[in-house]
Each structure stands twice: as C-alpha cells, then as structure tokens.
C-alpha cells in the first residue's frame, strides 16, 4: 500500500514490516528472559531518544516543543550540562505517555517463528476461532419482528432481509481492498495468540460511516497511560489512534480525525493494560526444545567420531602416515561422516608380520538425544495453549476415543468463549451499520453430514426450529412458506410422538439396554468398564 494513501476518507500510514529477524543464524536465541523489559531501541521503536522521535512524520509541534523542553531541563547555560549518569535517557515512552508492555513484543512475535509446536498450536487456534467464516445470523429483534407478522407480510419482509445480507456481504468485501475480512481476522488473532494484544483498525468516510477494517501488527503500537488512544511508531513515522466510538483529542500530531482501533486481549492479572499470550508460562519448555534442537544439529555438522577404528599389530607407521592419519581425524572427518580413510602399512618380512584389524564404533543406529525432553516439552507447550496433540498434527499414540474428548474439549472450553468474545466485540461494528442482523462465527462440527441431517430433521419434525432458521445457518436464502412449522400428517405425528416418547416396547427396550457410551467412540484396551 503506497505512502500517503486515503482510507475510508482518512489518512492511513502504510503498515510496513517489522524489523525482520536477525539474520544470522537459523532462529534468534530462545529464552525467558529475553521477553522481560529487555528490548533495544533497535527493535523497540519506543526506546529511541526524544530527540530522534521528534524528527519523525507525523508528530506535531506539541510534541517537539516537549522533548525540546525535556532536553533542556539537563542542560545549563553556555553549553554547560549535567554529567549524571543515574539520570534516565527521555525515550518515546516519556514523550508520547505511553507505556511500557510487561514483555517483548518484538521477541514475543519471534517466537512464533522459532518454534514449531508453538507455530503450529496458534495456527490451529486460529484456523478454528475465526477461519471457518462467518454468517449474518438474525438478530432477536428481527425474529420477533418475523414471529409477529402473518405470512403475506412475512414473504416480503424476508425479502428486505436477504437484500439487507447481500448488501453487508458487499459492504464488508469493500471494507479492505487488499485482504479478506476472514484474512485479516486471522491476522489479528495471531497476534492475540502470539503477543497477547490484537488490535483491529477502523477506518471512516468523511461523513463518519465505516468503510475500512485493517489489521495493524501488535509489536508496533503502545497504550496511553491515560487510556485515549494508541500511538505507532514505523519507519520514522508516528500516528495515533482513537478507541473505537470515542471522540479523544489527538496528543501526538495535527490529525482531528484519526482512525479507531478495538484492542483485542490476553486477560492477565499481571498487567491492566497489555494482554499476556499463553505461551509467556511454557518458555522455558521453549527454550528447551530449541538449545536441544540446536544441541543435536551441533552433533551432526562437527561430529568427528569414525564408524571404525583401525589397530595395527606387528607394524609401525611412516612419520608421512601418521602425519596423514592426524590430519584425517583433527580436520578431514569433522562433519564429514562417511569418509574413506587409507593408510599406508610397511611390508612383512621374515621377522615380522602385520595384522590390521577394523573395530566398529558407532555401527549401530544413532538417536537423537533427549527424546523424552523434548516430547515433554512440546507436552507443556500444547498444555499451555490448551489445543489436543491431533490438532497439530501429532498422531503418534493418540487413540480415536481420547481424540474425540479432547476435540470437544477444545470446542466447548477454548473455541466457543473466544468466538463469543470477538462476536461481541465485532457487533459494536455491525450494529453502527444494521440492526438486522448479528454476526456469528462459524464454529468447528464435531458431527458428520449425515448426522447433522438427522438431528435438524428431529428439530422440524419436533417444530423446534422452522426451514427458514436452518436454511439461515446454512447461509441459503428464505424461501416462501419457510416460516411456518412443518405440518405432519396424523400417521406421522403419532410416530413422532411414540418415537420421542419411547413409548413403544421394542423402543424402551432398545433404550434400556442402550450402553453409557453410545454414539461415542470406542475406548482404548484397558480404559473401558472394568469389573472387581
């Protein structure tokens, strides 16, 4: 997106790259203290002097004239200053009021490319809370609207109402020109997982109405102390942003209509501010993966141990042959585990014969080393994010049975509360917009298509639900006579009822002897019922 673009009818920055990660080297170092209060000014913008910060677009005059002042208070006249080394540098946290997170930011993102349980386990939270799409579900207030008119008005207030959907399905297309609406959710909801902070851009046309909704990377924003905003530093480039539906005047620069943000976090006692990712309670299991990773790698690129070992009786070697035997095992076998080594032996004679003999080393398999520290850790990583083994791809020892609780465990305990959160967060978007309809998130199915259709067929035949309300979940537009209860005939209104009754013998009976377990998988042998 080019500089100086116009979003929504408002001045956006261009979101450029964080800082890539260092280059040297296959992942930055792992460990928990690199993500306690230890950033640099190098990849914390907010670290850098005032004076530097000053300098950038986007801050006004304010704002200079307070690190001009904050300069001078340790300086005297003719050009005489303070040589106190206790007292503090005046950084960007100072200068724009903003506070300091209770970890690395910048470190916490990095982690999600350097471990690879942790990757995986953020992807599947994320592909499962907000990947699955979304649906424009009716609110209460147009249901009971529905419930209350007869059918001729029904028919053509449903058609006011599919009208209403295709409309906010090509107003929330329009709202990002770049990424899907699903895309950029995704985006944020990494960054809720991997830094404990989301933060989704709302931008405005001139006339105030919502036109845009971006995501802005977590690592490149900080909270005001007085909690009226948020300021961005990127790229020598500062701007703020306002709480969403608030009013707020702009502390850092001379933009009066500066876009909104949502905050979306991490609750964590700790801190009132920021939120907490999970995995801040599983790095040293991290760490550990990663200097246990590194240490095995270090086995293979310097190994220098031969797979046999040659013993000479009855011979000695030239100096030329030894001096060639040294180099081979000191320099030539170094990472290079399948070399060919000869060696020169002198001949027999009438005294004296030589025997060579070759004696294996390493001629068995080789393991890699603490196995069983590393699946522990990943253990307390998967722990740590509460997301089953199977949803990262983890099958080894998983039975179907346990799989199938853990899967409903994650839904019901990790996903649901999530979605229902961010739903609410996102209504206060949608209802600025409509009152027709609730945006709800598609939730991960435990059941199968064909179970599924037998469970809606109970709920018509029951009159639970009516066609349209199915017809709604399934993203299908209403269709005349939708509305109403299915009407059974007399015959099948009388099984339905012996039916939902048990009231047959043959029905009581199956029932009865029905197991605790059905429908449910198998368990594993030894986990069943057992008898004394």
């Known amino acids: 997106m080019p500089e100086n673009v116009r979003v929504a009818g408002l001045r956006r920055p261009a979101v450029k790259a964080v800082d890539d990660v260092e280059q040297e080297g296959i992942t930055p170092t792992l460990s928990r203290n690199m993500i306690i209060k230890n950033a640099t000014a190098e990849d914390d913008p907010f670290l850098r002097s005032a004076g530097e910060l000053r300098t950038y677009t986007g801050v006004g005059r304010g704002v200079r004239q307070r690190a001009t002042r904050l300069e001078k208070s340790f300086k005297g006249g003719g050009g005489a200053a303070t040589t106190r080394v206790e007292e503090p540098q005046v950084t960007g946290y100072g200068l724009f009021d903003v506070l300091l997170p209770p970890y690395n930011m910048d470190y916490l993102a990095k982690v999600y490319e350097a471990s690879s349980v942790h990757h995986s386990a953020v992807n599947a939270k994320a592909a499962n809370i907000v990947g699955l799409g979304y649906l424009w579900e009716e609110s209460d207030k147009t249901k009971a609207k529905v419930e209350d008119l007869d059918e001729a008005k029904t028919a053509k207030l449903r058609k006011k109402i599919e009208k ?307 017809r709604a979940k399934l993203g299908y537009a209403a269709r005349a006579g939708g509305d109403e209860p299915v009407d059974l005939k007399a015959q099948q209104a009388a099984d339905q009822k012996a039916t939902g009754q048990k009231s047959r013998a043959r029905d009581a009976e199956r029932s009865a002897n029905a197991t605790d377990s059905a429908g449910e998988a198998r368990n594993v042998k030894g986990e069943g019922r057992t008898t004394p």
Not at 328 to 333: C, N, P, S, V, Y
Not at 356 to 381: L, T
């Open 164 to 470: 209403a959907r295709m409309e906010l399905d090509n107003w929330i297309a329009e709202c990002n020109t770049e990424d899907d609406f699903l895309e950029t959710m995704r985006k944020v909801w990494i960054d809720y997982e991997t830094t404990g902070n989301g933060f989704l851009e709302i931008g405005r046309t001139k006339i105030g109405v919502i036109h845009y909704l971006g995501h802005i990377p977590a690592s490149t924003l900080r909270i005001r102390r007085l909690r009226d905003g948020y300021v961005q530093l990127v790229e020598k480039e500062a701007v703020f942003f306002d709480n969403f539906g608030e009013r707020n005047p702009n502390p850092v620069g001379g933009d009066n209509t500066p876009n909104e943000i949502i905050h979306i976090k991490k609750y964590s006692p700790t801190n009132s501010f920021y939120g907490v990712p999970d995995i801040v309670s599983a790095m040293s299991e991290v760490a550990g993966n990663e200097f246990s990773t590194r240490y095995n790698l270090d086995y293979f690129e310097n190994k220098a141990v031969p797979r046999y070992i040659i013993v000479i009786k009855g011979g000695k070697l030239t100096p030329t042959g030894e001096r060639a035997v040294h180099e081979f095992f000191e320099a030539g076998l170094r990472g290079k585990h399948h070399r060919s080594l000869v060696v020169p032996l002198p001949a027999d004679d009438k005294d004296r014969k030589v025997d060579v003999e070759m004696k294996p080393i390493e001629a068995g398999v080789q393991d890699s080393s603490f196995s069983n520290f590393r699946k522990a850790n990943i253990n307390g990583i998967l722990m740590a994010h509460r997301v089953p083994a199977s949803k990262v791809g983890i099958v080894e020892g998983v039975a179907l049975a346990v799989s199938r609780d853990a899967d409903k465990t994650f839904k019901e305990q990790v996903c649901r509360p999530e979605q229902r959160i961010l739903e609410n967060k996102l209504h206060k978007i949608v209802k600025e917009v409509t009152d027709i309809f609730f945006l709800r998130l598609v939730e991960m199915t435990l059941t199968d298509e064909d179970t599924q259709s037998k469970i809606d067929e109970r709920d018509l035949r029951m009159q639970v639900i009516v066609p349209n309300e199915r």
